[in-house]
């Protein structure tokens, strides 16, 4: 298991703020739940709105591409630009600060670390029942 913390997350936000800042987006957009914190950071560092819903041109953001299962839906927006914290995959049409090909579980400094591996256990639990 390995617990990310706020340093960390500064990092991050630094590293997407530096590979965007001379992009012009419709704002900045946080896929629930992980991209939420990711996303208001941004709003700030990027000075572009926060936006509650997908736009075309928007800066997307997630804290990590595992299987795809939810920023593939974004994939097709016109204009579109996505980031993640951390990818499990080698990115195709996304971006990643960090690429690992580990199936360690993540923490994030938002997630509480006393569920963490109640938290696992589910997902793995859930992921073995769709591909079973």
């Not at 419709?26 to 991209?35: A, C, I, L, S, W």
């Not at 041109?57 to 914290?85: H, M, Q, R």
Request: net charge negative; charged share 20%.
């Amino acid at each position: 298991m390995r617990v990310l913390n706020w340093d960390n997350f500064d990092n991050c936000i630094h590293a997407i703020t530096f590979s965007c800042k001379k992009n012009q987006f419709t704002g900045v957009y946080g896929m629930p739940r992980g991209g939420l914190c990711m996303a208001v950071a941004l709003s700030h560092s990027l000075r572009t709105p926060l936006l509650n819903e997908l736009k075309p041109g928007c800066l997307v953001v997630d804290d990590v591409y595992e299987t795809g299962a939810t920023l593939n839906k974004v994939s097709e927006i016109p204009g579109v630009t996505t980031f993640v914290w951390i990818s499990k995959l080698t990115p195709i049409w996304w971006n990643a600060v960090e690429t690992t090909i580990s199936n360690e579980w993540l923490v994030f400094p938002w997630e509480s670390r006393e569920y963490a591996e109640e938290d696992m256990m589910a997902y793995q639990l859930a992921k073995n029942q769709t591909h079973g």
